[in-house]
């Protein structure tokens, strides 16, 4: 089966899986998602810019308590990946675009929710931070600014669930492209060559999800087929919708819970001091790079599972289970050794704090580590997305958190700063760990 018409042409039933419809999918969606950590890495290099120790820290406190709250809402992109996959696996184009829509309108609902609610959740988040006052006072600007595109981000990820759920992975680096170019681009341009400093890095994150919701939205619609355009009753029908919120709930407790997992690591560095937070800062761009990488795979991995789920075919799912687990550990150890390599140069391009630089090469290891440790976990969320695996994934997610909070117990007192990362390394591990141990049972449920 040619790979692009897999994920153009809409057949359903039946199908092979290969290496090359896997990477059909995963190349152009790793190179989207490799886009977004650089606004990390762009946004770190020019906050790193303005001489201040509190920018490049309050800029990552304010990073972590925006992505606690979006984050937790990555939901709306996964439910939607699954649901539209095993649609179209079925052939049932009409259900396609019915999730399509329940999805866009929950996502708009949720992102006007937070950005009304904005005061009060900024509050809470410095309160369980507790940075200091200069680095409040920096966190304070960059989030007023960047939630304001909390709608349009939350719709981004209806629309970017959409098109990996039909395969359409060119269509999702183009969008990717968009948001994140735009928001590259305006970074440099408002941070540092008009002077705004943190505040053009919030409005360039504006700016980017705007105007890639606009171009995405004008995307998909277009190419809905109206003869399979479905009604307001059938969008909106109470059994559905009772479906998706119970799938969505699930996988919003495993990613708040994911999310939450960061921010006690960001807050425990904090307590280590500004140089250790900063240090740390720049570090996890480096497993956000790793993390990036490897979602290309787990979204090859979503899309085919939902896939052979919709069509009910054993065959298709083993093959896709297997395959994707080969060039997520394949592709881990690379990104592994390429961060040892160059590790210290990233760094180096990153901030020009010579302190910061040497506290960073220190930890550099554990960092470039998380490549090999989370390539299971990676890649057994994309296969469980995909199934709609929703409760398990949520109690495997648990337990391994327990297991974290465990190692964070044990080893920070002993190793401090490396016993932090040693206890993620440690917390990637049992996720994949607990997800791969339950797929054997789960799977012979579904096609028995």
């Known amino acids: 089966m040619n790979a692009t018409a897999a994920g153009e042409n809409g057949e359903a039933g039946p199908f092979e899986v290969t290496h090359r419809l896997v990477l059909a999918i995963a190349i152009p969606m790793t190179l989207g998602f490799l886009t977004t950590p650089l606004i990390g890495l762009t946004g770190t290099a020019v906050a790193g810019r303005l001489g201040s120790a509190d920018a490049l ?14 984050g937790s809402f990555n939901f709306l992109r996964a439910s939607t990946t699954g649901l539209v996959a095993q649609a179209f696996g079925r052939g049932d184009r009409r259900e396609e675009q ?7 309108t929950i996502a708009l609902c949720c992102g ?3 950005a009304l609610l904005s005061p009060l959740l900024l509050s809470a988040g410095l309160f369980l931070m507790a940075p200091g006052p200069g680095v409040a006072a920096v966190t304070t600007t960059y989030f007023t600014i960047r939630v304001l595109s909390a709608p349009m981000a939350l719709a981004n990820y209806a629309l970017l669930g959409f098109v990996l759920g039909r395969g359409q992975g060119t269509t999702g680096l183009l969008l990717q492209a968009i948001i994140n170019g735009i928001n590259i681009v305006l970074s440099i341009t408002l941070g540092l060559g008009l002077g705004w400093g943190i505040a053009g890095i919030a409005w360039a994150t504006f700016a980017g999800e705007t105007i890639g919701m606009l171009a995405g939205l004008l995307i998909v619609v277009s190419r809905f087929d109206r003869a399979n355009r479905p009604t307001r009753a059938e969008i909106f029908a109470r059994t559905r919708l009772k479906a998706l919120f119970s799938l969505n709930r699930d996988i919003m407790i495993r990613t708040f819970v994911l999310i939450g997992a960061f921010a006690i690591m960001t807050r425990i560095g904090s307590s280590f001091g500004p140089l250790v937070l900063a240090a740390n800062a720049v570090l996890m761009n480096i497993f956000l790079v790793a993390g990036y990488y490897l979602d290309g795979i787990a979204n090859a991995a979503e899309q085919l599972v939902g896939r052979a789920f919709g069509a009910n075919f054993r065959p298709a799912f083993d093959r896709a289970v297997k395959l994707t687990m080969l060039w997520s550990f394949g592709l881990g150890a690379f990104t592994t050794a390429l961060f040892l390599v160059f590790g210290a140069d990233v760094i180096g391009l990153l901030t020009t704090t010579e302190s910061v630089r040497a506290e960073a090469a220190a930890y550099l290891p554990w960092a470039a580590l998380t490549a090999i440790t989370g390539a299971l976990a990676f890649q057994m969320d994309g296969v469980f997305i995909g199934a709609t695996w929703s409760s398990a994934m949520r109690n495997m997610m648990l337990a391994a958190f327990a297991g974290y909070l465990l190692a964070l117990a044990v080893f920070v007192p002993l190793f401090g700063n490396h016993g932090l990362w040693l206890s993620l390394n440690l917390f990637l591990a049992f996720r994949g760990i607990f997800l791969a141990l339950r797929l054997p049972v789960l799977a012979g449920r579904q096609f028995a």
């Open 57 to 70: 820290a309050g800029m990552a406190v304010g990073a972590v308590i925006f992505d606690l709250l979006l």
């Open 98 to 104: 019915a999730v399509y829509w329940r999805s866009l």
């Open 112 to 114: 006007l929710a937070i």
